[in-house]
Structures are given as C-alpha cells and as structure tokens.
C-alpha cells in the first residue's frame, strides 16, 4: 500500500525566502507523487506531478519537487515565497499513472509574513 | 473549480436530519469522487464511480451514507441520520481516465 508523510503541519516563513515543504513517501512499487494546494473556502488545485519522466517537476506559480528515490522524498520548494502562496499543500501519492486514486498526507499549512 | 457545482457551499442541519449533498460535473469525465476532510482526519475517500457506477464504497463511514450517481452530469451523497461528527467538508472531484483530479469548492456541512 501507499501512503506520504508531510512533516511539518504548520509552516511559517517570510515573504521573499524560501519555501520547503517536506514530503516522504511509502510505496511497494515505483510511485506517482502529486502536490495539491488548497486556498481558503476551496477545493484541492493540482500543483505539479511525477510521473517518472524527470526527477525535478516544475509546476504552477513558481513551485518545483524533486524526486530523491534514495531518500524516499518529493520534497516542495519555491525560492521566494509571496504573500499569495499562503495557503495548505498535500502531498498524494498513487500507483495509478493517471493520479485519480490517491492516498493524501495530512497537509501542512504554509503561513506567508510580511 | 469551473468543471465541478457543489451545493450547497454551507449546510446546518440538526442532528437527526437528512442531508443531502449535491454535484453537478461540468466537463467530461469517467471517475467522480466523494471525499471527506476534516481536521483531525484530514481527506478520506469516501466513495468513487466509474461510469457512473460505484466501484468501491469501501471508504463510506457507516450505512447513514449513501451515494447515487443517476447519470454522468450528477450525483448525490445522503446522509441520514445525521450526526453531529458528520460535520466536516465534502468535497466532489472528477477525473477522465487519464486524470488528475479537479475537486469543486465543497459543502461544509455543519450538524447541531
């Protein structure tokens, strides 16, 4: 079975540094790893997705992972967090290559401060 | 969102009630899911339908919830009789077979 562990429930950095959040992931087969996020008052929006082709992922809005197979990580970054980046992120991982049947970590909420 | 309607966005209902949660997918599809988030449980999966039909329940927490999916531009998630600890966000996502998921914005259900 699949599963991720986001370590760190809650993260605060300022405006302008740089944004890590952290990602683990169990998988008994080559995994799928996804980062959503999520504003206030709405649903899940796909953020990037690993699908073996490149261990580095860029995404919307800045955001890039990578894939560390040694590390068991997919690991979130932005190099320079904005104010408009506050918000939770989730980590999810799949077997399935089309990423519709995922297994979701807990969420770590990014706090942006001025 | 703009291929997933939930309604509606806030539910208050007293316990005892039954409850029912709506979406409407607006682009093409072939899997709908029903998740739960709350704070100390985070996402569940509650159900999901393939072609409108259900293909694991196995995610439902009790026999108080029920989900339909009559035709591929709707489906429902019941709840009856509600419980105070039903209270949590529903979330409606779609996907094709290819996916990724795209979620609507959610009901936020709140049981008295």
């Known amino acids: 079975a699949q599963s991720v562990t986001q370590l760190g429930s809650h993260v605060s950095v300022s405006e302008g540094a740089l944004v890590l959040l952290r990602c683990n992931y169990s998988?008994?087969?080559?995994?799928?790893l996804f980062w959503y996020v999520q504003y206030p008052n709405q649903g899940l929006q796909l953020l990037l997705k690993y699908t073996s082709a490149a261990t580095l992922v860029k995404g919307i809005n800045g955001f890039e992972a990578e894939f560390k197979k040694s590390e068991t990580s997919f690991h979130l970054t932005k190099p320079s967090a904005h104010m408009s980046d506050a918000a939770e992120y989730f980590c999810a991982v799949t077997k399935n290559n089309a990423g519709n049947m995922l297994t979701f970590g807990g969420g770590t909420r990014l706090m942006v401060k001025p | 969102d703009a291929g997933v309607i939930q309604s509606p966005r806030h539910e208050v209902t007293e316990m005892g009630q039954e409850v029912t949660l709506r979406c409407k997918p607006i682009s093409g599809h072939d899997y709908l899911f029903w998740y739960r988030q709350t704070m100390m449980r985070g996402l569940e999966l509650l159900i999901y339908f393939n072609n409108n039909v259900p293909i694991d329940d196995s995610g439902m927490p009790e026999d108080r919830f029920s989900a339909k999916m009559p035709n591929a531009s709707f489906s429902t998630l019941k709840i009856q009789p509600s419980e105070p600890r039903d209270s949590a966000v529903y979330f409606c996502?779609?996907?094709?077979?290819?996916?990724?998921?795209?979620f609507g914005n959610g009901t936020r259900l709140t049981v008295t």
């Open positions: 996502a779609i996907s094709s077979r290819l996916g990724p998921l795209h």
């Open positions: 998988s008994s087969v080559p995994p799928y």
